[in-house]
């Protein structure tokens, strides 16, 4: 868990000004509610709106420095995240429910992924204010998001990191399989074989479809009526991958509660926010903008 150690090194003023929007209520109230989450050597420090450390109760001193000094920081990670949701996301209009009644409070949990490029993963969780530290464990996972924290624009609208992140994820799944299984069972293998099977045509078709995209993908301004067409037809194949995946997930959920393997089942219901939320960013950031743009042509 080296975040904070990393983000230490990060000269804020040296990157690009985030992009000027207002912004409406249920993203007001996130941003003021809004708690972040990074490790430091195998402990993952929680901290408040004002940036007061609510976990650990022991603290390094390290992290009493970062804090101190990287202010100016930590406020331009909330705004970037914040606009990133806006701008590239679906997951909180679709958890919008679970947001309100939990205040707008929710926890980012940066995990790093590539520090020399500053690509972060951010994990998103909602909790009620009042339980955030003492029942902690409640908290409901919401998505994650994948951020380049010195590029707030996206290729492609950073389709590449969630399409490559499904089939990393399904190994994560066999991995914990692995180690939370309390027996092997052949259809609980049936169900993550066929999961398997159906990210790899997912995968398989996320590259072609990737190769065909410009590298700035602004729909309003593409003239190409083909090219829309096949963005729209190539989007539905993936989402359609993406149900399958979505619909042995939900079986497999309810197999594992049968069997009592809770230890592994949140695994797989992570999983499956996962998926649907893919699934809702297809929808409405992709399939619903090339519609649009193409009824606009005639």
């Known amino acids: 868990m080296p975040e904070i150690i990393e983000l230490s090194k990060i000269k804020v003023e040296e990157f690009p000004s985030l992009p000027e929007f207002k912004l409406e209520p249920l993203y007001e109230g996130i941003l003021r509610e809004l708690h972040l989450e990074m490790g430091y050597k195998r402990v993952l420090y929680l901290f408040s709106p004002f940036y ?4 650990p109760e022991q603290i390094a001193s390290e992290v009493e420095d970062f804090v101190s000094n990287k202010t100016e920081l930590l406020d331009y990670l909330k705004q970037f995240l914040i ?4 701008k590239y996301s679906f997951l909180t209009e679709a958890h919008s429910y679970y947001i309100e009644q939990n205040e707008y409070t929710i926890i980012a949990r940066f995990r790093e992924k590539d520090s020399k490029n500053l690509k972060y993963e951010i994990k998103y969780y909602t909790n009620s204010p009042d339980n955030i530290v003492s ?14 924290l010195n590029e707030f624009k996206r290729s492609k ?4 990191d969630h399409i490559e992140s499904i089939p990393f994820e399904i190994n994560r799944l066999f991995e914990k399989a692995k180690s939370k299984l309390h027996e092997k069972n052949k259809e ?24 065909t ?9 593409l003239e190409d009526e083909k090219l829309l067409k096949e963005i729209s037809l190539n989007t539905r194949k993936m989402k359609h991958r993406l149900l399958e995946i979505r619909e042995d997930l939900n079986e497999l959920s309810s197999l594992l509660r049968k069997k009592e393997e809770f230890d592994f089942v949140r695994y797989i219901v992570k999983f499956r926010t996962d998926v649907v939320n893919l699934i809702n960013y297809f929808n409405f950031k992709i399939i619903g903008q090339v519609v649009e743009r193409i009824s606009r042509f005639g």
């Open 83 to 86: 606009k990133s949701l806006v």
């Open 213 to 221: 995209l410009p590298e700035t993908l602004i729909f309003e301004e």
């Open 135 to 148: 029942y902690y464990e409640d908290k409901i996972y919401i998505g994650r998001d994948f951020v380049k």
């Open 188 to 211: 609980i293998s049936n169900y993550l074989e066929d999961i398997k099977s159906i990210g790899k045509e997912f995968y398989e078709s996320g590259k072609m479809f990737l190769s």
């Open 157 to 160: 609208c950073g389709l590449t």
């Open 52 to 55: 007061a450390i609510l976990y």
